[in-house]
């Protein structure tokens, strides 16, 4: 369902994104990614029009700050989206390292805190300097709705193996070559920690605990989506 119309003003849609993140069902987050709020292609479109009619104040950190969940989303799901990952990626970090080095050290440390005002996971990246500010952003993608399925069919191919190293080759391998682009711009051990944090909700769920809030409380970093697509899996008993 699309988040956005175009009547919306950038304002609305900061406003928008920041009531979401926030968003609660008894007690539990709901949105553990900024992934999670699941933008459409016309929801992007949208939003990064609406940026577009702010580019003359890029350098400005007032107006910066006070769209920083617009820049930060728009940016994720660009990594989603957009088919030239290189390109991309090149010109979020150009687009950041353009920025005269006070504000650029500002807006990098504006970025942190959004993460921590809205609870919005680091995964222990540091997000301090650039690279770690692009890694936190390649894991927030998170797996297109379109290739959940592929994901949870390799995590229940991984119960068959140990091999923690096997599982992230295996998921690098069977997933679309644009999200594995997308991937590698994050570290291997951070990598590695996701793929096996959602093997571990996989296996709560092969083993009988399908109750949603149950899952989303023990496995507070976990995506949503991923939780639901194993919650739902033919492979588990009672889906």
């Not at 390109?87 to 993460?115: D, W």
């Amino acid at each position: 369902m699309a988040l956005f119309d175009k009547e919306m003003t950038l304002h609305e849609m900061e406003a928008l994104l920041a009531r979401k993140l926030k968003e609660e069902q008894g007690g539990v987050r709901e949105h553990r990614i900024i992934g999670d709020l699941e933008l459409t292609c016309e929801d992007y479109k949208i939003l990064s029009e609406n940026l577009r009619e702010i580019q003359q104040f890029r350098y400005d950190i007032i107006v910066l700050e006070h769209y920083k969940l617009c820049k930060l989303t728009a940016w994720i799901f660009a990594l989603r989206y957009e088919r030239e990952e290189d390109f991309i990626y090149e010109e979020i970090k150009s687009t950041i390292l353009e920025l005269p080095q006070h504000v650029q050290r500002m807006f990098i440390e504006l970025c942190e805190s959004a993460f921590m005002e809205y609870g919005i996971q680091q995964f222990g990246v540091d997000v301090k300097d650039v690279e770690g500010l692009l890694s936190n952003l390649a894991i927030h993608a998170g797996v297109p709705s379109q290739l959940i399925s592929a994901f949870v069919a390799i995590l229940e191919d991984s119960l068959q193996y140990e091999d923690r190293e096997k599982l992230r080759q295996s998921m690098l391998t069977n997933m679309s070559a644009h999200m594995r682009e997308v991937y590698r711009y994050i570290d291997e051990r951070s990598l590695l920690e996701l793929f096996e944090a959602a093997r571990k909700v996989y296996v709560d769920c092969k083993e009988g605990e399908t109750d949603r809030k149950v899952l989303l409380s023990k496995h507070p970093y976990m995506s949503k989506q991923i939780v639901e697509a194993c919650m739902s899996s033919d492979w588990v008993v009672g889906a």
